[in-house]
Nanobody, 121 residues
Framework: VQLQASGGGLVQAEGSLRLSCAAS????????MGWFRRAPGKERELVAT???????YYPDSVKGRFTISRDNDKNTVYLQMNGLKSEDTAVYYC????????????????WGRGTLVTVSS
């Protein structure tokens, strides 16, 4: 599975962005998908997961502001980000897991190149 994230950019605080993760090479319908991010000087952290059945998980840091969704017909996963804060500034990565949705990045075998999100305050 090849993954390509897009949709990043510069946005003002409280603004919105929608990231897309387009998959190719194989259908992602049976995969759990996740979005992770890495801020400057920090470790990579989980942002959201969605199971093959559509169940979602968010850490407290983004709960209520971010929404992950998947369109298996388009082989694409999305991350809608609202109410962006300066601390959301990071490179965002999408990933696919055959183990089911996991909070651990080690469970994700396939990764796309990141897309940079910069939130100005």
């Amino acid at each position: 599975v090849q993954l390509q994230a897009s949709g990043g950019g510069l946005v003002q605080a409280e603004g919105s962005l929608r990231l897309s993760c387009a998959a190719s090479g194989r259908t992602i319908s049976g995969y759990a998908m996740g979005w992770f991010r890495r801020a400057p000087g920090k470790e990579r952290e989980l942002v959201a997961t969605v199971s093959s059945g559509g169940s979602t998980y968010y850490p407290d840091s983004v709960k209520g502001r971010f929404t992950i969704s998947r369109d298996n017909d388009k082989n694409t996963v999305y991350l809608q980000m609202n109410g962006l804060k300066s601390e959301d500034t990071a490179v965002y990565y999408c990933a696919a897991s055959t183990y089911g949705p996991s909070r651990s990045s080690e469970r994700y075998a396939y990764w796309g190149r990141g897309t940079l999100v910069t939130v100005s305050s």
